[in-house]
């Protein structure tokens, strides 16, 4: 690939989900590091990403945010490692269902985690025990969503399962954790951790 990429994060924020992905494409990239409320917000980016907020990508002249699609784009740029399944195939429906379904389970968690829940009639996560028993129910004894071998939504829905987890905003179901742990021992993964969690580290005194 002769396009540039350039990815827009903070080591401490979603963007830790598209790095995981970046990282199974195994495709070049160039990371930019912004801080919250300063770099973020300033005009530059603000160009990039009108809302402020990371993580996004920019692939020569295309931006793309949000993790789903992100994530989504970068699976199409390396067909050969088989991130999405073909389209047209029988898998490509549950592909999109749970990579999707990431967008109701976060708001569900912020809201409770806020106090804030609405309505389940109102609220497009509905109830919790629903939308809990869903996902659990597709998770249950299964190592892939999509198919039968990883994709970008094994990887969407064990980053978030697992985020929430570690923060204790999601109930820790078996199969919960088995199918978060399960993703989260990859290479890819492991890399991409280790990265992001250097950039967390201070820089060594200099002298």
């Not at 300033?42 to 949000?66: F, L, Q, S, W």
């Not at 004894?141 to 399962?161: K, N």
């Not at 179901?173 to 990859?186: G, I, M, N």
Request: charged residues 20%.
């Amino acid at each position: 690939m002769s396009t540039r990429l350039t990815f827009y994060t903070h080591p401490m924020s979603r963007g830790r989900v598209v790095r995981w992905m970046l990282e199974e494409t195994g495709l070049p990239y160039e990371t930019v590091l912004l801080d919250y409320d300063t770099s973020m917000k300033a005009p530059d980016y603000r160009a990039i990403n009108p809302m402020g907020k990371v993580p996004a990508i920019r692939h020569g002249d295309t931006v793309v945010t949000e993790n789903a699609a992100i994530c989504m784009y970068l699976a199409e740029l390396v067909p050969g490692k088989s991130l999405a399944p073909p389209a047209g195939s029988p898998e490509r429906g549950p592909y999109y269902r749970w990579i999707s379904f990431m967008g109701p389970l976060e708001q569900l968690l912020v809201a409770k985690f806020t106090g804030k829940l609405a309505e389940p009639k109102m609220a497009g996560y509905g109830s919790e025990a629903d939308l809990l028993d869903t996902l659990e129910g597709a998770l249950q004894g299964r190592e892939h969503l999509a198919g039968d071998h990883f994709s970008a939504a094994d990887l969407l829905v064990a980053a978030y399962v697992g985020w929430y987890l570690q923060f204790k905003l999601l109930e820790p179901r078996p199969e919960f954790v088995r199918f978060a742990e399960l993703h989260a021992r990859r290479p890819a993964a492991a890399r991409a951790r280790a990265i992001d969690d250097a950039l967390l580290q201070p820089p060594a005194n200099q002298g």
